[in-house]
């Protein structure tokens, strides 16, 4: 008989012998697989913790590759724990070994569960044997949902508190404001009259020019269109103000005159007098507002208000038949401001001398064309560039040069002063023929229509400059 070495502890036995005496170890080393084939349903690996009897085991196995390790049979039974990270999930298979064969313990997943359930031990050359799992401890589960429960109604409970505080805060918010007014309403009620705060009756409101200048010329953006104001002599600004009592209420109202030229619709349709609003704004102690606006057929000038009634006249001047002469007739009418109008109350005519009836001057600087002078203008008709040039003669006849300096055409032109503050042109070549209708309230700005082969086509024209006719126009 001869004595061998024990593999495990190097003690020294009989070689018949099929343990060791001293450790336990078989005489010949057997091993067990622990084997699992792994799923590719897995989308992470997982980690797979292995310990034997307590020992734990390196590996290097997943969920998602397997897993295959083999053990040393040293002892029986053999306690086999599988746990997943954390040990959120964990069971145990124990089972009675045979240390003398080679065997393999296939794992068994089950995905409903979520885990292994159960496992096939296979020795060498014996039958199979299914070990069902036992489960592990669940602690670690349990706590892991109490925390998780323990903050989400934790969340739940702080909202709510919140929405409940901020409630609460607009509750009280709305009922203070309401006891205040109750509050406000009752002390207003008891407060004598003899005890009344003196800035409960407030004054009237008191018009002066400076506001009805402003009242107007806001209102005059709307109403103007393409008119302009005409500045006369006596009265620079185009207008004239008059403060006056216009509805019987004991309230000054106000009356603005103004003074227009046509309209360039007007113009084209040979009406070429000029014109007079009369603005009507009534004050109702608070406010003043605009009540009506009327545009009259001839220049009206307003003398007065007497009696809420509006006093105007304007000068006519006819051709005596005897003699021809011109003879100037002041023509007197009354207006009365009536709701939301003007109404004219009718008037009377008579005649007037020159003395009574000076002449209506406009202001120097806004003077007509005068005769002698040559005019250069530059402008557009309907989008087109144009140069106007003309020279006034002594007998206030026209005479000068049209040209299109997109075209490039030339016309010559002829014409004269139809009034103090418009022309009439002609501009004719062989091809072509331009019927020019302009009028203006300054030599400025000349506006108005050119007839060709029935289009009326939109003219403005600006002065460039002006001089005296001399032997070079």
């Known amino acids: 008989m001869a004595l061998i070495k024990c593999e495990e502890c190097g003690h020294m036995m009989s070689d018949a012998a099929q343990r060791c005496p001293k450790c336990g170890c078989p005489a010949s080393i057997h091993f067990m697989e622990i084997y699992y084939e792994g799923s590719s349903t897995f989308r992470v690996k997982g980690t797979i913790k292995l310990k034997i009897n307590g020992e734990e085991i390196n590996h290097g196995g997943n969920f998602k590759d397997g897993l295959s390790t083999k053990i040393l049979l040293k002892t029986t039974p053999v306690v086999i724990e599988l746990s997943t990270f954390g040990k959120l999930r964990k069971v145990n298979f124990t089972l009675d070994v045979n240390p003398a064969k080679n ?7 089950d995905a409903v569960i979520g885990f292994f359930t159960e496992a096939e031990y296979i020795v060498e050359g014996g039958e199979v044997v299914t070990i069902k799992a036992s489960k592990g401890d669940k ?3 349990y706590l892991f949902c109490f925390i998780f429960l323990v903050l989400f109604v934790g969340i739940q409970v702080y909202f709510i508190n919140r929405r409940s505080r901020e409630n609460t805060d607009e509750f009280n918010r709305h009922f203070n404001e309401l006891i205040q007014k109750q509050k406000e309403k009752a002390e207003s009620e008891a407060m ?17 020019e400076a506001h009805v200048r402003e009242c107007f ?13 005409i500045p006369l002599e006596e009265c620079s600004e185009g207008y004239k103000v008059f403060i006056s009592d216009l509805n019987g209420d004991g309230i000054n109202d106000a009356v603005v005159n103004a003074y227009v030229t046509p309209s360039s619709e007007e113009i084209a349709n040979n009406k070429t007098e000029n014109k007079s609003y009369i603005f009507c704004f009534v004050n109702d102690g608070e406010h ?10 001839a220049m009206f000038f307003v003398d007065n208000i007497n009696n809420e ?47 009574e009836n000076p002449s209506i001057e406009r202001r120097s600087e806004n003077a007509g064309l005068i005769e002698g002078y040559f005019y250069r203008y530059e402008g557009d008709m309907k989008g087109f560039p144009i140069k106007v040039d003309f ?14 300096v997109k075209y490039g055409t030339v016309l010559d032109l002829t014409g004269q002063l139809i009034s103090d503050k418009s022309l009439q042109l002609v501009g004719e070549s062989q091809n072509e023929k331009i019927v020019f209708e302009l009028s203006f309230s300054s030599p400025e700005h000349l506006k108005g229509y050119g007839k060709m082969e029935g289009n009326s086509l939109e003219i403005r024209l600006k002065l460039i400059s002006s001089e005296v006719i001399n032997d070079n126009h």
């Not at 065997?103 to 997943?109: A, F, G, I, Q, W």
């Not at 020279?391 to 299109?404: A, T």
């Open 103 to 109: 065997s393999r313990l296939e794992l068994k997943y």
């Open 139 to 141: 602690r670690r589960v």
């Open 192 to 208: 004598p009259l003899s005890e009344e705060p003196d800035n409960t009756v407030k004054s009237k409101l008191e018009l002066t």
């Open 217 to 229: 010329l806001r209102h005059w953006q709307h109403y103007k269109g393409d008119r302009e104001l």
């Open 288 to 297: 003043c507002k605009l009540a009506a606006a009327t545009k009259l057929y």
């Open 309 to 355: 009634e509006i006093h105007a006249h304007r000068i006519e001047y006819m051709k005596r038949v005897n003699d021809g002469q011109r003879t100037a007739i002041k023509d007197s009418h009354i207006f009365k401001y009536d709701g939301d109008k003007l109404v004219d109350l009718g008037g009377t005519k008579r005649l007037v001398d020159d003395e």
């Open 391 to 404: 020279g006034v003669l002594s007998n206030g006849m026209i005479n000068g040069e049209y040209q299109n």
